[in-house]
């Protein structure tokens, strides 16, 4: 059984884990991750009380929170990315994509998890984010009629988190209320959800602020990729992608911005390096594996430049 807050009191730290949403550029998160897994010595899920993600980083938080290392997550993501992100059409990648999450997920409900976690997925018709979560310690309200993940399975949380559209079609969810919701990625709304996490930990889980550590991962930042010889008849897919891609770093960067201001005094540690190499050119429909494990490898690699701090946070 994983900590609860009444069991997070006194002097103990709350650790926090949150990853950003990226597509496909969720390799990097996983080679920084590999890295802290060796350092602390156990399963994430173990040291972390609190793991929040948005779109590829809500399937790698799940994957934690169910008590996957790192190492089983990364041969998924080898096996699977490649194979959602090469259709060329948004009803292929939405079907491969629920095929992924359901051939990982299966019927796994947000009770089953091994630590508290957070998805973040964005309503389509109110405009406002819908948050999965696993204890109802952690509602802001209305605890009496909480229900994990609202009654909805975490290949479907899961799936409505990474419904990049128009990349991907919306995702539609059915809640232990009988309400059907029309759901699209999280990251339009916080695709960097560190801010929702915090507010979990202070005003639902009723921790100190002295007392949380906070790792937020994103996934990096890449030069555009060039068009194929194909690609170059397509204009208006090529701006399509670059819009998202600006869209959602202008969003994580927003967050964190306020991040900064808001809880400055909450020791927190962001792994998100800019590559400016033309060969690290790249988008978050990436399909080629050697460019996929360039990622994974560039990550391993930006662990080391934040390892003592990692030390000091965690350790």
């Not at 921790?207 to 937020?216: D, P, S, W």
């Not at 020791?267 to 390096?273: A, E, K, N, Q």
Request: glycine share 6%.
């Amino acid at each position: 059984m994983f900590m609860k807050a009444t069991e997070l009191t006194g002097k103990t730290n709350c650790y926090i884990l949150t990853l950003d949403g990226g597509g496909a550029k969720g390799f990097y998160t996983l080679g920084v991750l590999k890295e802290i897994e060796a350092m602390i010595k156990c399963p994430l899920h173990e040291k972390f009380n609190l793991v929040f993600g948005t779109s590829t980083g809500a399937i790698i938080a799940s994957l934690i929170a169910l008590g996957y290392n790192v190492q089983s997550i990364f041969d998924l993501y080898q096996e699977r990315v490649p194979i959602v992100m090469r259709n060329r059409s948004a009803s292929g990648r939405t079907n491969a994509l629920k095929k992924l999450s359901q051939d990982v997920f299966k019927d796994a409900t947000f009770e089953q998890v091994k630590t508290n976690i957070g998805i973040v997925a964005t309503r389509w018709l109110s405009e406002r984010p819908m948050i999965f979560k696993s204890t109802a310690e952690q509602a802001h309200g209305r605890v009496a009629t909480f229900v994990p993940g609202f009654g909805v399975s975490i290949a479907d949380a899961v799936r409505a988190s990474c419904s990049a559209y128009p990349f991907f079609e919306r995702t539609i969810v059915n809640t232990s209320l009988g309400v059907k919701i029309e759901l699209l990625d999280g990251g339009y709304c916080a695709n960097n959800p560190t801010l929702y996490a915090i507010a979990d930990a202070i005003h639902a889980l009723k921790q100190e602020r002295m007392n949380i550590r906070v790792l937020n991962i994103g996934v990096g930042i890449y030069p555009d990729s060039k068009p194929s010889f194909i690609m170059k008849f397509a204009k208006k897919y090529l701006v399509s992608v670059q819009l998202l891609q600006k869209t959602l770093e202008i969003n994580t960067q927003s967050m964190d911005q306020l991040r900064r201001i808001l809880f400055k005094d909450v020791p927190t540690v962001r792994i998100s390096d800019t590559f400016v190499q033309p060969e690290m050119a790249t988008d978050l429909l990436e399909y080629n594996p050697k460019k996929l494990d360039i990622l994974f490898q560039r990550g391993r690699e930006s662990f080391s430049l934040y390892e003592s701090e990692l030390r000091t946070l965690l350790l």
